[in-house]
C-alpha cells in the first residue's frame, strides 16, 4: 500500500538545523516527533488510511534520527528509533497459545467413523468389550478462538491464528454477552483458558448485510466470514453491534484437571458461565451415527451454522494417552456433513505445474454458487480421474465443496453434452517449459522433466519456501514471489535473503515504497535464524513434509551432520543409508526422493549458498533429563500386552529415544513382546540388551 500524497508537503527545509537546537527544543521536538510518526504508523498499518506519503515520512524518521544523534541523552523510550523489527502488519499483538490450538481430522462416512474408533482401541489396546464412550457435539461453523482467566477474571482472548501464535482480541471478545467477564460459582482453576468458537447467529447475519448493502459496502459471503470480520475490527464498539455468539467445547491451559470426563468437564464449564452447545454421550458408533443424523435433518432449522459433528474420546485419562499426531488430536474426529453441490459448465481444463513438477488438470467453471461460496475453480486431480469420469471441455457438470476443501467435480451430466466434444487428451509436455513429460508406472501423476528450467517448478519451489510453516517471511506472498521472479529480482532461494541489496529497485515498484520495502527486509532479516526441521521441510523435496523433516532434525540434529550423513547415504550399501531408512516413517520411497535431491548439483548450490547466509539452528531433543532413553536407538518386536505400538512409539520419543525398525549395531535397546521373532535372535546375536515389557514399563516411568 502507498501513502497518498499530502496536500502539505512537509520538508525538512522549514525546520531549523539540528545544530542550532537547544536541548529544551530538542527534547520537545522529539516528543512531538514521537507522537507524530506513532500516529502515522496507526493510520498505515490498522486503519488502511495514511495521510502521508511514504517520502514525508521518511523524513519524520530522518529528522527524528539526526536530533537523537546529536543529543544521545534525549532518546526516548517510545521513541521510533527504539522500536524493534518490523512494525506489526495489523492492529493487533501477537499472542502465543500456552497449549497450541489443535484442528480435527476429518471423516466422510460412518465407516471413517468407526474406524477411528477401532484406531482408538488399537492404540490403548483395548479389549473387545471395553467401551468407548464418546461426547458426540455439533461442529459450530465459525472462527476458534482462546479465553484465558486467570483467578476467575478474563484477561486474554486470542485467535487461532496458525495454531501456535494468534491475534490479541480482548477488548473485542469483551462485548460478547456469551463471554463472561467474571467466573461463576466456584471450584474454577486459577488459570483456565477455555476454547470454543465464535460465530454469528444466521439472523444476525441477513441483518447485517442489509445493513451492508443499504450503506453501499460489500456484503459478506456467509455468517462465518460475517464473524470473522466483525472480530477482527479495529473498533470494539462495531464488533459490539455485530452481536457474535460463543460457544465453549474445549481448553488449553489449566492449572488443575476439569474432571476425569469430558462429561464432567463440560459440566463445569458450563456452571462456570459457559455456553456450551448441547451435546450427547453415545456409548457405541451405532448411538454415535444416529445423533450425527439427527443434527443433519435439524440442521436447518438452527439459528447459526453447524457444519458436521464432532466426536471425543470421554475418558480423560484416555485423552491424554492417545495424544496427537502433527497437528490433530487422536481422541477427536470431526465428522462433516455431505458436501453441497450445483452444477455448471465445464469452460475449460488448464494444467498447473506444481513444485516438484506433478501436473495437475484444474477445471475452470462458469462461476457457480456453492453453499455460500462461489466456486469457478476445481481440481480434476490426474489423468486417470478424467478418463473414470469421461470429462471434457464444454460438458456441464455436478461440482461439490465441503468445508475447506478444494471444489471437485463429481460427474458429467451426459444427456448435456455438446455434439462434437472430444475426449480429453492429457499433454505429455509440459504446458509452461515445453519438457518431455513421464508418467512413471505405478504413479498416476504426469511429471514435467524439465526440473528448475521449468519456471513453474522454480517459482512453486520459492513460493513454497516462503510460506507459513516454512520461512513464513511476513509480507512476503505467493504473489510477491511471482512477481519478483518475473522481474529477476530473485531466482533462488538464496536471493531472498540478498533483497535488500536491491532496496532503490523494490522501493520504487508500484505499491510499494522505502517503507514497505523496509519493513520486508525486516521480516527477512527476522528468519534468517531458522530451526533444521523448518529449513528442511521448506527446500521442498518430494514426499518430504513437516512431519518427515522434524524426524529427520531430531535425528540429525543439525545442518552440517544431516548433509554430510545424506552425501555418505549416496552409496546404498553404508551405513549412512541403513540409518537413514531405519528411521521409523522414512521408507526407501522417501529415502530416494531425499537422496535424488541431494543428487542434484544445482539443489547443492543452493545449500552451499544458505549455509552462508542463515544460522541454521540444532533440533534439540525434547526435554528428558534423567530418562534412560534419552538419545538412545529402541527396537520394538513382537506383541506388546498393555499398548499398542503406536502408543509404545509416542511414549519412547517422549523420553528422547529413536525409534528404529530393525535391530542393528546401533540399537540400544530391543523391546521384546509376545512371539517376537528374527529381530530378537539378532538382538541377542549382536549382544544389544533386550527388555521384555515389564522392564521397558519400569524403566520408561509407565
Ligand atoms: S474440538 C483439539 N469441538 O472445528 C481440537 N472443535 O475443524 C479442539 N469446531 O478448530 C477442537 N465445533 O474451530 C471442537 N464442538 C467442537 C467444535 C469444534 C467447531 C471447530 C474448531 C476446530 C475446527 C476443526
Given at each position: 500500500?502507498?501513502?497518498?500524497?499530502?496536500?502539505?508537503?512537509?520538508?525538512?527545509?522549514?525546520?531549523?538545523?539540528?545544530?542550532?537546537?537547544?536541548?529544551e527544543?530538542?527534547?520537545?521536538?522529539?516528543e512531538?516527533?514521537a507522537?507524530?510518526?506513532?500516529?502515522?504508523?496507526?493510520?498505515?498499518?490498522?486503519?488502511?488510511?495514511p495521510?502521508?506519503?511514504?517520502?514525508?515520512?521518511?523524513?519524520?524518521?530522518?529528522?527524528?534520527?539526526?536530533?537523537?544523534?546529536?543529543?544521545p541523552?534525549?532518546?526516548?523510550?517510545?521513541?521510533?528509533?527504539?522500536?524493534?523489527?518490523?512494525?506489526?502488519?495489523?492492529?493487533?499483538g501477537?499472542?502465543?497459545?500456552?497449549?497450541?490450538?489443535?484442528?480435527?481430522?476429518n471423516?466422510?462416512?460412518?465407516?471413517?467413523?468407526?474406524?477411528?474408533?477401532?484406531?482408538?482401541?488399537?492404540?490403548?489396546?483395548?479389549?473387545?468389550?471395553?467401551?468407548?464412550?464418546?461426547?458426540?457435539?455439533?461442529?459450530?461453523?465459525?472462527?476458534?478462538?482462546?479465553l484465558?482467566?486467570?483467578?476467575g477474571?478474563?484477561?486474554?482472548?486470542?485467535?487461532?491464528?496458525?495454531?501456535?501464535?494468534?491475534?490479541?482480541?480482548?477488548?473485542?471478545?469483551?462485548?460478547?454477552d456469551?463471554?463472561?467477564?467474571?467466573?461463576?460459582?466456584?471450584?474454577?482453576?486459577?488459570?483456565?483458558?477455555?476454547?470454543?468458537?465464535?460465530?454469528?447467529?444466521?439472523?444476525?447475519?441477513?441483518?447485517?448485510?442489509?445493513r451492508?448493502?443499504?450503506?453501499?459496502?460489500?456484503?459478506?459471503?456467509?455468517?462465518?466470514?460475517?464473524?470473522?470480520?466483525?472480530?477482527?475490527?479495529?473498533?470494539?464498539?462495531?464488533?459490539?453491534?455485530?452481536?457474535?455468539?460463543?460457544?465453549?467445547?474445549?481448553?488449553?491451559?489449566?492449572?488443575e484437571?476439569?474432571?476425569?470426563?469430558?462429561?464432567?468437564?463440560?459440566?463445569?464449564?458450563?456452571?462456570?458461565?459457559?455456553?456450551?452447545?448441547?451435546?450427547?454421550l453415545?456409548?457405541?458408533?451405532?448411538?454415535a451415527?444416529?445423533?450425527?443424523r439427527?443434527?443433519?435433518?435439524?440442521?436447518?432449522?438452527?439459528?447459526?451454522?453447524?457444519?458436521?459433528?464432532?466426536?471425543?474420546?470421554?475418558?480423560?485419562?484416555?485423552?491424554?494417552?492417545?495424544?496427537?499426531?502433527?497437528r490433530?488430536?487422536?481422541?477427536?474426529?470431526?465428522?462433516?456433513?455431505?458436501?453441497?453441490?450445483a452444477?455448471?459448465?465445464?469452460?475449460?481444463?488448464?494444467?498447473?505445474?506444481?513444485?516438484t513438477?506433478?501436473?495437475?488438470?484444474?477445471?475452470?467453471?462458469t462461476?457457480?454458487?456453492?453453499?455460500?461460496?462461489?466456486?469457478?475453480?476445481?481440481t480434476?486431480?490426474?489423468?486417470?480421474?478424467?478418463?473414470?469420469?469421461?470429462?471434457?471441455?464444454?460438458?456441464?457438470?455436478?461440482?461439490?465443496?465441503?468445508?475447506?476443501?478444494?471444489?471437485?467435480?463429481?460427474?458429467?451430466?451426459?444427456?448435456?453434452?455438446?455434439?462434437g466434444?472430444?475426449?480429453?487428451?492429457?499433454?505429455?509436455?509440459?504446458?509452461?517449459?515445453?519438457?518431455?513429460?513421464?508418467?512413471?508406472?505405478?504413479?498416476?501423476?504426469?511429471?514435467?522433466?524439465?526440473?528448475?528450467?521449468?519456471?513453474?517448478?522454480?517459482?512453486?519451489?520459492?513460493?513454497?519456501?516462503?510460506?507459513?510453516?516454512?520461512?513464513?517471511?511476513?509480507?512476503?506472498?505467493?504473489?510477491?514471489?511471482?512477481?519478483?521472479?518475473?522481474?529477476k529480482?530473485?531466482?533462488?532461494?538464496?536471493?531472498?535473503?540478498?533483497?535488500?541489496?536491491?532496496?532503490?529497485?523494490?522501493?520504487?515498484?508500484?505499491?510499494?515504497?522505502?517503507?514497505?520495502?523496509d519493513?520486508?527486509?525486516?521480516?527477512?532479516?527476522?528468519?534468517?535464524?531458522?530451526?533444521?526441521?523448518?529449513?528442511?521441510?521448506?527446500?521442498?523435496i518430494?514426499?518430504?513434509?513437516?512431519?518427515?523433516?522434524?524426524?529427520?532434525?531430531?535425528?540429525?540434529?543439525?545442518?552440517?551432520?544431516?548433509?554430510?550423513?545424506?552425501?555418505?547415504?549416496?552409496?546404498?550399501?553404508?551405513?549412512?543409508?541403513?540409518?537413514?531408512?531405519?528411521?521409523?516413517?522414512?521408507?526407501?520411497?522417501?529415502?530416494?526422493?531425499?537422496?535424488?535431491?541431494?543428487?542434484?548439483?544445482?539443489?547443492?548450490?543452493?545449500?552451499?549458498?544458505?549455509?552462508?547466509?542463515?544460522?541454521?539452528?540444532?533440533?534439540?531433543?525434547?526435554?528428558?533429563?534423567?530418562s534412560?532413553?534419552?538419545?538412545?536407538?529402541?527396537?520394538?518386536?513382537g506383541?506388546?500386552?498393555?499398548?499398542?505400538?503406536?502408543?509404545?512409539?509416542?511414549?519412547?520419543?517422549?523420553?528422547?529415544?529413536?525409534v528404529?525398525?530393525?535391530?542393528?549395531?546401533?540399537?540400544?535397546?530391543?523391546?521384546?513382546?509376545?512371539?517376537?521373532?528374527s529381530?530378537a535372535?539378532?538382538?541377542a546375536?549382536?549382544?544389544?540388551?533386550?527388555?521384555?515389557?515389564?522392564?521397558?514399563?519400569?524403566?520408561?516411568?509407565?
Amino acid at each position: 500500500m502507498a501513502r497518498k500524497p499530502s496536500a502539505r508537503p512537509r520538508g525538512t527545509a522549514t525546520e531549523p538545523d539540528v545544530d542550532g537546537l537547544t536541548p529544551e527544543q530538542a527534547a520537545e521536538e522529539l516528543e512531538a516527533l514521537a507522537r507524530e510518526i506513532a500516529r502515522h504508523d496507526t493510520l498505515y498499518y490498522s486503519k488502511d488510511a495514511p495521510e502521508v506519503s511514504d517520502a514525508e515520512y521518511d523524513a519524520l524518521r530522518a529528522r527524528n534520527a539526526a536530533i537523537e544523534a546529536r543529543f544521545p541523552d534525549l532518546v526516548r523510550i517510545d521513541s521510533p528509533s527504539q522500536r524493534i523489527g518490523a512494525a506489526p502488519t495489523t492492529g493487533f499483538g501477537k499472542v502465543t497459545h500456552a497449549v497450541p490450538m489443535l484442528s480435527l481430522d476429518n471423516a466422510f462416512s460412518d465407516d471413517e467413523v468407526t474406524e477411528f474408533v477401532a484406531r482408538v482401541r488399537r492404540f490403548l489396546k483395548l479389549a473387545d468389550d471395553d467401551e468407548v464412550a464418546l461426547m458426540a457435539e455439533p461442529k459450530i461453523d465459525g472462527l476458534s478462538i482462546s479465553l484465558r482467566y486467570e483467578d476467575g477474571r478474563f484477561v486474554l482472548g486470542a485467535t487461532r491464528g496458525d495454531g501456535t501464535t494468534g491475534e490479541n482480541v480482548t477488548a473485542n471478545l469483551r462485548t460478547l454477552d456469551d463471554i463472561p467477564d467474571r467466573l461463576r460459582g466456584k471450584g474454577w482453576p486459577a488459570v483456565l483458558e477455555v476454547r470454543g468458537e465464535v460465530y454469528m447467529r444466521k439472523s444476525e447475519f441477513l441483518a447485517l448485510n442489509a445493513r451492508q448493502v443499504r450503506a453501499g459496502a460489500k456484503p459478506f459471503a456467509n455468517p462465518r466470514n460475517a464473524a470473522a470480520g466483525s472480530l477482527r475490527q479495529l473498533d470494539s464498539s462495531i464488533t459490539a453491534t455485530r452481536r457474535l455468539g460463543f460457544f465453549g467445547y474445549a481448553w488449553g491451559e489449566v492449572s488443575e484437571p476439569l474432571g476425569t470426563t469430558l462429561k464432567e468437564a463440560r459440566d463445569r464449564l458450563a456452571s462456570w458461565g459457559f455456553t456450551l452447545n448441547a451435546g450427547k454421550l453415545c456409548t457405541d458408533v451405532g448411538a454415535a451415527l444416529a445423533f450425527y443424523r439427527d443434527q443433519e435433518t435439524g440442521r436447518a432449522g438452527l439459528d447459526y451454522d453447524i457444519d458436521g459433528v464432532v466426536y471425543k474420546v470421554n475418558r480423560l485419562d484416555w485423552v491424554s494417552r492417545l495424544g496427537q499426531v502433527s497437528r490433530s488430536p487422536r481422541w477427536a474426529i470431526a465428522y462433516k456433513f455431505a458436501a453441497e453441490r450445483a452444477q455448471t459448465m465445464l469452460e475449460k481444463i488448464e494444467i498447473q505445474v506444481g513444485r516438484t513438477g506433478t501436473l495437475t488438470p484444474v477445471a475452470h467453471l462458469t462461476p457457480v454458487t456453492v453453499g455460500g461460496v462461489v466456486v469457478s475453480r476445481a481440481t480434476l486431480h490426474n489423468e486417470d480421474e478424467i478418463k473414470r469420469k469421461d470429462i471434457r471441455e464444454g460438458d456441464t457438470v455436478v461440482v461439490q465443496r465441503a468445508g475447506d476443501v478444494i471444489p471437485q467435480v463429481v460427474e458429467v451430466i451426459i444427456e448435456k453434452r455438446p455434439k462434437g466434444s472430444r475426449p480429453f487428451h492429457f499433454p505429455d509436455k509440459c504446458p509452461r517449459c515445453g519438457s518431455l513429460a513421464v508418467r512413471e508406472e505405478g504413479e498416476v501423476a504426469w511429471r514435467c522433466t524439465g526440473g528448475l528450467i521449468c519456471p513453474a517448478q522454480a517459482v512453486e519451489r520459492l513460493k513454497h519456501f516462503v510460506s507459513r510453516d516454512a520461512f513464513d517471511i511476513e509480507g512476503l506472498g505467493g504473489k510477491h514471489i511471482e512477481a519478483f521472479w518475473n522481474d529477476k529480482l530473485i531466482a533462488t532461494p538464496g536471493d531472498i535473503f540478498r533483497l535488500a541489496d536491491r532496496r532503490d529497485e523494490i522501493a520504487s515498484r508500484e505499491g510499494w515504497g522505502e517503507k514497505s520495502a523496509d519493513n520486508l527486509f525486516a521480516a527477512i532479516a527476522q528468519r534468517r535464524r531458522i530451526g533444521l526441521d523448518r529449513f528442511i521441510y521448506a527446500l521442498g523435496i518430494r514426499q518430504v513434509g513437516e512431519a518427515t523433516a522434524r524426524l529427520l532434525a531430531r535425528t540429525y540434529h543439525d545442518f552440517d551432520t544431516w548433509r554430510r550423513a545424506m552425501a555418505a547415504a549416496e552409496d546404498r550399501t553404508s551405513d549412512a543409508y541403513a540409518e537413514l531408512t531405519d528411521i521409523d516413517g522414512i521408507g526407501p520411497s522417501m529415502a530416494d526422493d531425499i537422496l535424488g535431491f541431494f543428487a542434484e548439483p544445482h539443489n547443492q548450490d543452493v545449500l552451499d549458498d544458505l549455509d552462508g547466509l542463515l544460522d541454521i539452528t540444532a533440533v534439540a531433543a525434547p526435554k528428558t533429563s534423567g530418562s534412560p532413553f534419552a538419545g538412545k536407538t529402541v527396537v520394538f518386536t513382537g506383541t506388546l500386552s498393555t499398548l499398542g505400538r503406536k502408543e509404545a512409539k509416542a511414549r519412547a520419543e517422549a523420553l528422547g529415544a529413536k525409534v528404529a525398525g530393525s535391530v542393528s549395531k546401533k540399537t540400544d535397546y530391543v523391546v521384546v513382546g509376545a512371539d517376537a521373532g528374527s529381530k530378537a535372535k539378532k538382538a541377542a546375536e549382536l549382544g544389544v540388551t533386550v527388555l521384555s515389557e515389564d522392564e521397558w514399563r519400569e524403566m520408561a516411568g509407565l
